[in-house]
């Protein structure tokens, strides 16, 4: 069984649109685990699509207010694409690889996604950010 990387590389290559090569009952159990992976990761995290209907695009806009001093657990995020934040109240702390990154209202980053990276809210008070993602 080849992985999910190969198989979006693949996609990208003959420019189809990766689910081609699932099952309906592969796609059904991989949008399960989509929604189970969201959930767990968005504990302490609240995330508000600004693109209703976009699940498929490449282009995603999130709103993502996180609780006072949490973070991503256990694990930091990995995915194909490139991904723009702007902190627009409180303190982010973004780990991309083991580089630490301090954001300030009115500061923002961009970076590649495929980049292991986590977010923590820094302080007593919530972080709110807007969160762009582009995946090919």
Known sequence: VPSVSFLL?????????????????????????????????????????????????????FMITIEPSQDHKPVALKHEGEEFVYVMAGELELTLGSRKNHLKPGESIHFNSETPHKLKSLGQETTRCLVVLYTP
């Open 9 to 61: 590389r693949l996609a990208r290559a003959l420019k189809v649109d990766p689910g081609t090569f699932l099952r309906d009952e592969e796609k059904t159990a991989l949008k399960d685990q989509r929604a189970q992976a969201f959930v767990k990761r968005a504990t302490s995290f609240n995330y508000q699509t600004l693109t209703p209907g976009a699940e498929n695009e490449h282009l995603r806009g």
